[in-house]
């Protein structure tokens, strides 16, 4: 499991709680930290994302991609994301986990569902691996869970690309 440094969380926390004191009284964070007060868990959201939740239409869809890693950490950001009524992309809110566990997944749909005071979505789309596909049957039973299959293609066509060109290279 990565651990984000405890100077690096104890930043992140004092922004979380500044943002929330002196810029958006709405915004809205969770998070967990371990016995040695390093970061686990977090997700955020901010006034415009909480307004954009009412205004999307929360019952529709939500996407959550765990696929995203560009960070110093190279831990999943998660990205939830609805369609507003021009059906163009609005973040509700984001999460960072440092490990992908089912537990840890979870966690992160039950902030979300705190941030959004419990309105379930009608459907969530995910990248269907395993730790996610619980999180969201054990948080959000009743939700419609699709799977994108867009990473696994490409992770798929990529390995047996490489694996062709291995034999190919490997000769007769």
């Not at 007060?37 to 765990?66: N, P």
């Not at 490990?99 to 379930?120: G, N, V």
Request: glycine fraction near 6%.
């Amino acid at each position: 499991m990565a651990l984000i440094d405890s100077d690096d969380t104890a930043a992140v926390l004092d922004e979380l709680r500044r943002r929330k004191d002196e810029d958006d009284p709405d915004y809205f964070h969770e998070y967990e930290l371990d016995a040695g007060g390093q970061l686990k868990r977090l997700f955020w959201a901010d006034a415009d994302a909480r307004l954009s939740m009412v205004l999307v239409d929360i019952h529709d869809v939500v996407v959550v991609d765990t696929t995203f890693r560009t960070n110093k950490y190279n831990v999943p950001f998660v990205p939830f994301v609805g369609l507003n009524h021009h059906r163009r992309p609005v973040v509700l809110g984001c999460g960072v986990v440092t490990d992908q566990s089912p537990d840890s997944f979870a966690w992160l749909m039950r902030a979300f569902m705190h941030s959004t005071c419990q309105e379930r979505p009608k459907s969530v789309i995910t990248d269907g691996s395993d730790a996610v596909v619980h999180a969201v049957e054990t948080v959000l039973p009743l939700s419609n869970h699709r799977m994108c299959s867009c990473g696994r293609w490409s992770r798929a066509s990529g390995s047996t690309w490489e694996a062709g060109r291995r034999r190919r290279s490997s000769g007769p």
